[in-house]
């Protein structure tokens, strides 16, 4: 598609219950990213996938959350034993590689308001 | 780590009144990009900065690129009511990554 499209809109869950967030990248992208944005706006990067491969995965919480871009399926964010400081909007945004020397601009989804409660 | 640091975190300006923000980073970027995300919405993509000192205009917005690529700054010129968001630049060092500043979030009085 020619959008990035994040399902669900909007999730809620119980303390210690498990979340699956969905994305579909811009078809042709080769990079897929996900950014946890809290209250203060600010964007924390998470994990970066180029195909169906880790790109880079500085971002991720060790214990509880894991993603995967898996060939033919939306590429997913998991986090087990969801806690209330979890509750976020989540970004997915894709990009169609990289130029020599730059970054290719990144193609924001409408994000997962993801609620622990 | 590599910070990017973005002032100020709030704006409140008359309408047509000038509006800048400022975006500093603590290392060398190969490049900068500027995103704005309406209230409620998704960061947009705006532009992207590549060459020390580069200077690029969109109608009222003007983006700098510092000589040192080290910091960057978008000036609005004579804002409007749709001007109003939160605007980020977002630098890059590596092939996959970029680095979001703060965000400077932009309100207009009418």
């Known amino acids: 598609g020619e959008e990035v499209a994040q399902t669900p809109k909007h999730l809620v869950r119980g303390e210690g219950q498990k979340a699956k967030l969905y994305c579909a990248p811009i078809k042709g992208h080769s990079y897929v990213f996900w950014y946890q944005q809290v209250l203060k706006n600010e964007f924390k990067f998470l994990i970066s996938?180029?195909?169906?491969?880790?790109?880079?995965e500085t971002g991720m919480p060790k214990e509880r959350f894991s993603a995967k871009c898996l060939p033919n399926s939306p590429c997913s964010l998991e986090i087990q034993a969801t806690k209330l400081e979890d509750s976020a909007v989540y970004f997915c945004?894709?990009?169609?590689?990289?130029?020599?020397?730059?970054?290719?601009?990144?193609?924001f989804g409408d994000g997962t308001r993801l609620s622990i409660l | 780590g590599q910070q990017v640091m973005q002032i100020p975190q709030y704006q409140h300006v008359q309408e047509g009144e000038d509006f800048t923000t400022y975006c500093n980073s603590s290392?060398?970027?190969?490049?900068i990009q500027w995103y704005k995300q309406r209230p409620g919405g998704h960061p947009v993509f705006l532009i992207q900065?590549?060459?020390?000192?580069e200077v690029k205009k969109q109608k009222r917005l003007t983006f700098q690129f510092g000589e040192a690529k080290k910091n960057s700054s978008l000036h609005i010129t004579a804002t409007q009511t749709t001007d109003v968001g939160t605007y980020f630049c977002a630098g890059g060092r590596s092939a996959s990554k970029i680095i979001f500043g703060s965000g400077t979030r932009l309100s207009i009085r009418p």
């Open positions: 900065l590549v060459k020390s000192g």
């Open positions: 996938f180029q195909n169906e491969n880790v790109f880079d």
């Open positions: 945004a894709s990009s169609p590689g990289t130029g020599l020397g730059s970054n290719q601009p990144q193609h």
């Open positions: 290392t060398t970027l190969s490049n």
